[in-house]
């Protein structure tokens, strides 16, 4: 169960979330001159050398990752053709519904996620509407809820998993 993309694909999404992050610190801080005038019209964003390194190596960082995640999907896909999972999907691939026991401990991590949700999000809002920070802690503070979420969910499933092997 362990080499189930299905649990594996949390772990992807966390890293997909830290590569975001690296981004975003990246691009945080650019300068930019916007010149517009009758004879001109430009937009010139300048990285420093850190926030480049950041902002380039996460770039590629994704893409290398967006290779291995394809990869792995469809080898997946070519192992469980009856569980076939979509680039795109719609419903969440992680949850594991094949019989009942997987069903109530996906329903077990979605309450904690939905349980944690619960008390962060308003959390956020708050932070959003008084906090004297740049828009770009917000969107950090997403990241951070949206990196924990995926946490609980797994955490939550590996115990279950685990139990079981023992």
């Known amino acids: 169960m362990k080499s189930d993309f299905r649990m594996q694909y949390p772990l992807w999404m966390m890293g997909f979330i830290v590569v975001l992050g690296m981004f975003l610190f990246g691009v945080s801080s650019p300068t930019t001159t916007i010149v517009n005038s009758e004879r001109e019209q430009s937009f010139l964003l300048e990285l420093g050398p850190i926030g480049g390194l950041f902002a380039i190596g996460a770039v590629i960082l994704y893409f290398l990752m967006m290779i291995v995640f394809y990869t792995q999907l469809k080898r997946h896909n070519k192992k469980n053709p009856s ?7 719609i419903r969440p691939p992680e ?6 026991g997987m069903t109530h401990i996906t329903r077990k991590a979605s309450q904690k996620v939905y349980t944690f949700m619960s008390w962060s999000l308003p959390l ?3 932070f959003a509407m008084f906090s ?3 828009r770009i802690y917000t969107v950090f ?3 951070v809820i949206a990196l924990i979420q995926y946490g609980i969910y797994y955490r939550e499933i590996r115990k279950h998993l685990k139990e079981e092997d023992e």
């Open 141 to 143: 503070a997403i990241l």
């Open 95 to 100: 949850y594991l519904e094949q019989d009942e």
């Open 132 to 134: 004297p920070f740049t």
């Open 83 to 89: 569980e076939k999972i979509s680039i795109f999907p």
């Open 124 to 126: 956020l809002a708050v």
